[in-house]
């Protein structure tokens, strides 16, 4: 029987922490230079290389057992890491399990954001790579196909991606249970912190129609419009106006309300029919939460934004199961269409997709 | 063509097929966590060319459309409430409404089912030959088939409404649109409905209008109470004194109060004359 294997070796954020993903990390043209090397290397008969801010991977098809190591060791030169110290952080898995490695990247059941489609594209992009440099060939090219299908089915049949995790996004997905699209969504946003700034970034980035930024300091939240494209308004404008506004997030430093009741109540007595979204994400709060009674007003502050993003995290975790399970399947069929072109000569045995099938496996922490 | 079942077993094959897709909806949400969508559709669309079948061998054998008893009103309801959902539903991608829909056609057609003292006894010819009485029937039935479909998305509101308010969005409550599509729909559903009975009230006076015609008192009253009032709400949401929560609750008595008169304006019932017959005057 022939030494052929299918691999994957690399480092996770499972295991690697920040400060050491930050030393092995390619840039586009690292990636490139390093993929020359790797079609040099003997025994090495596809691979592709995956480089993300949580994670650097190689999957390959090699003739013999030292080849991954080979690959490992021409890395860490590249990088001027000590292998002994990779080896520590390193994961290592064969065949099957690599497969399903591959898979579970893909559906993001990997990731440390779990669910998060973002992976999707970047294994896209790195595939597309190395299969226009001609690093993937037969095997690799089945096994990506059929691990982005597969991911594909993760996501459909589990609930893996439904609700968001990040307080910003939490904010905004509850944004859409009140007022569907927010096409025609116009946003106030007061204060021009970092907490209030990234939550009006995630405003804009699903397409709300205006942004308006107020902030006590009228220069500072002319800069932040400025950058986000927005409108300033002055600070003391905001009750007078605050019917124009459908959602608005408040994240100010005063030690006071800085909505009253009867500011909120005076709009709604002008706006009736449509709803008010109010966000406090203020410590403490800006806005007075009796108006959490008013009819149309829907007031959410930070502990209820933080604990539905907890709960949606709690949510996706009970479906990874359910999607490992599935991912564990189609490696295992994946791995008998692809064993005996990995094993040349013939089929080799199929080896159940577990994280100790690999011969020098380290398994990831989960 | 023949077809192989009297009108009532199709009628039965539809509550059937209603209820299944009930059943197979709350499978999908309590145990899967999520709606059915095109299974429940699919169920839904099966009952409802069965429920077509049976209305259709039950008018082909009156000569009539099917609307002589407490029966045939129930079921032609349901039937418009129905046939409206699979426009809307297909439209709006609205598959928790399916699930609510399956659940209110498989009651009122499965309760009108088990009562045969309403589909008992003889069966007064309503319309005569006369075409526009007909059709004031049909569509104020239909119209009743609106306000049910109006009911439905008014109790998704009060849903949506109180997991927003209550702060638990997780589970099946993710499901349903948004608070504000909602409310657009409520307030379409209510228009519409109120548009097609105020039509079918209007066709039906032309009729009572002439001195020949037989027309049950009660009923007039009853229908046209139905229409006013559901003119009314439209008026007072549209004028902003009725809103959000307050509104789909006054939709929920609208349908209910629709529901409940069908009794009364169930053929056959005080028939009395809308004016002295000429031999009298």
Known sequence: MSNGHLFVIGATHHRTPIEVRERLSLDADGTKALRDQLAALPGLREFTVLSTCNRIEFYGVAAGPEVAEQVGGAFCRRQNFDPAEFARFRIDLRDAAALQHLVEVAAGLDSQMLGETEIFGQMKQAYAAAQAAGNTGPVLNRAFQKAFQAAKQVRTQTAITTGQVSVANVAVELAGTIFGGLSDARILLLGAGEIGEKTAKAFQSRGAASLTVASRRLERAMELATALGASALPFEQRESRLAEFDIVVCATSAPEIILPGAAVRAAMARRPARPLFLIDQALPRDIDPTVAGLENVFLYNLDDLARIAEENRAAREAETLKGRTIAGDKARALWQQVAAQVNGAGAGPTVEPSRSAGAASVPESR | ?281
């Open chain 2, 1 to 281: 063509m023949t077809l192989p079942f009297t009108d009532r077993t199709w009628l039965w094959l539809a509550a059937g097929l209603y209820l299944a897709g009930f059943i197979q909806g709350s499978i999908a949400l309590f145990k899967r966590g999520r709606p059915a969508g095109g299974a429940t559709y699919a169920l839904i669309l099966l009952g409802y060319l069965a429920q077509l079948a049976g209305l259709g061998l039950r008018g082909r054998a009156v000569g009539s459309c099917p609307l002589g008893n407490a029966f045939e009103l129930y079921q032609f309801t349901a039937w418009s409430a129905i046939t409206l959902y699979l426009v809307v539903g297909a439209t709006f991608r609205l598959s928790l409404l399916g699930y609510f829909t399956a659940c209110l056609a498989s009651t009122v057609t499965l309760v009108s089912l088990l009562f045969p003292s309403w589909d008992a006894g003889p069966r007064v010819r309503i319309f005569g030959h006369n075409p526009w009485i007909e059709l004031h029937a049909a569509l104020a039935v239909f119209s009743y088939g609106v306000f049910a479909l109006l009911a439905l998305t008014s109790l998704m509101f009060l849903l949506r409404h109180f997991s927003l308010k209550s702060k638990r969005l997780g589970g099946w409550f993710s499901f349903l649109p948004s608070i504000r599509d909602l409310d657009h729909m409520g307030v379409r559903l209510l228009a519409a409905g109120a548009a097609i009975l105020g039509f079918a009230v209007a066709v039906g006076a032309v009729h009572w209008a002439r001195p020949e015609t037989v027309v049950n008192l009660e009923k007039v009253v009853v229908t046209v109470a139905v229409a006013g009032a559901a003119f009314l709400l439209l008026l007072l949401r549209l004028r902003g004194v009725l809103l959000a929560r307050r509104f789909a609750v006054a939709c929920l008595i609208l349908y209910a109060a629709a529901l409940l008169s069908l009794v009364t304006v169930e053929p056959g019932r005080g028939r009395v004359p809308a004016r002295p017959a000429p031999a009298a005057r």
